[in-house]
Antibody, heavy 128, light 109 residues
Framework: QVHLVQSGPEVKKPGASVKLSCKTS????????ITWVRQAPGQGLEWMGW????????DYGWNFQGRATVTTDTSTSTAYMELRSLRSDDTAVYYC?????????????????????WGQGTMVTVSS | QSALTQPPSASGSPGQTVTISCTGT?????????VSWYQQHPDKAPKLMIY???KRPSGVPDRFSGSKSGNTASLTVSGLQAEDEADYYC?????????FGGGTKLTVL
C-alpha cells in the first residue's frame, strides 16, 4: 500500500527557515514526482512546487521562487521542502503529494495533473 | 496569476444532482486538459476525485463526473449522499504553474 508520511509540527520565529520531510513507501520512488501544497487556516489550497524524482528537476510557484527548495533522497525514498525567510502568513498546513511521470523522447517529464496520494500534512506555525 | 473561480457554496438534498463550476482563462483551464478536482473533509488531507478533466481514479464512485467547456470546468455529483458533504477544489495546469480554485463548500441538506 502506498503511503506518504510527513514530519511533525513545527514552530518557528519570523525570519527563520523550516525543512519538512515526506517519507514514501509502497511504490518505486523514482517513477513518480512529489509536489508540495499548503493551506493556511480556514483558507484554500496553494501550490508551492514539485520535483521530478527521476531526474531531480524542480519547478516552483511564482510566490515561492527563490524562497522554497524541494529535494529528494532516493536512498530513503524521502522528499524534503525547505522554506526560508518565514513570515507570519506562512503559518499553514503543508502537504506533500504524489504525481505521475511520463517517459517521452526527451526524457522523463512530470504529468502536471492528478495528485493521487497525499501525506497527512504538517502544521507550521510562524510566530514571534 | 489569479486563482481559479469557484462558487463559495453549493447544496442539494440526498439523491439530487449538484454541479460545481471552476472558471479560469485561456491560459489555464482553456489551454489544456490538466484539470483536477479534490474533495476535502474537515481536518483531512485532500483526496483526488477527478483528473485530466473527466477521468476517475480507481475507488472513486461513478456518481462523480467531470467536464469542461472553454475556460470553465465542472464537477457533477449525482445521487448526493451525506458523505459527499465536504469542500471541493479544482486545479489546473497553467504552464509551469499550478492553480487552485478558492474552494466550494458542498452541503447535503
Amino acid at each position: 500500500q502506498v503511503h506518504l508520511v510527513q514530519s511533525g509540527p513545527e514552530v518557528k520565529k519570523p525570519g527563520a527557515s523550516v525543512k519538512l520531510s515526506c517519507k514514501t513507501s509502497g511504490y518505486s520512488f523514482t517513477t513518480y514526482g512529489i509536489t508540495w501544497v499548503r493551506q493556511a487556516p480556514g483558507q484554500g489550497l496553494e501550490w508551492m512546487g514539485w520535483i521530478n524524482s527521476n531526474n531531480g528537476i524542480t519547478d516552483y510557484g511564482w510566490n515561492f521562487q527563490g524562497r522554497a527548495t524541494v529535494t529528494t533522497d532516493t536512498s530513503t525514498s524521502t522528499a524534503y521542502m525547505e522554506l526560508r525567510s518565514l513570515r507570519s502568513d506562512d503559518t499553514a498546513v503543508y502537504y506533500c503529494a504524489r504525481l505521475g511521470l511520463l517517459k517521452t523522447l526527451f526524457g522523463v517529464v512530470i504529468i502536471p495533473d492528478g495528485f493521487d496520494i497525499w501525506g497527512q500534512g504538517t502544521m507550521v506555525t510562524v510566530s514571534s | 496569476q489569479s486563482a481559479l473561480t469557484q462558487p463559495p457554496s453549493a447544496s442539494g438534498s440526498p439523491g439530487q444532482t449538484v454541479t460545481i463550476s471552476c472558471t479560469g482563462t485561456n491560459s489555464d483551464v482553456g489551454a489544456n486538459n490538466y484539470v483536477s478536482w479534490y474533495q476535502q473533509h474537515p481536518d483531512k488531507a485532500p483526496k483526488l476525485m477527478i483528473y485530466e478533466v473527466s477521468k476517475r481514479p480507481s475507488g472513486v464512485p461513478d456518481r462523480f463526473s467531470g467536464s469542461k467547456s472553454g475556460n470553465t470546468a465542472s464537477l457533477t455529483v449525482s445521487g448526493l449522499q451525506a458523505e459527499d458533504e465536504a469542500d471541493y477544489y479544482c486545479s489546473s495546469y497553467a504552464g509551469s504553474n499550478m492553480l487552485f480554485g478558492g474552494g466550494t463548500k458542498l452541503t447535503v441538506l
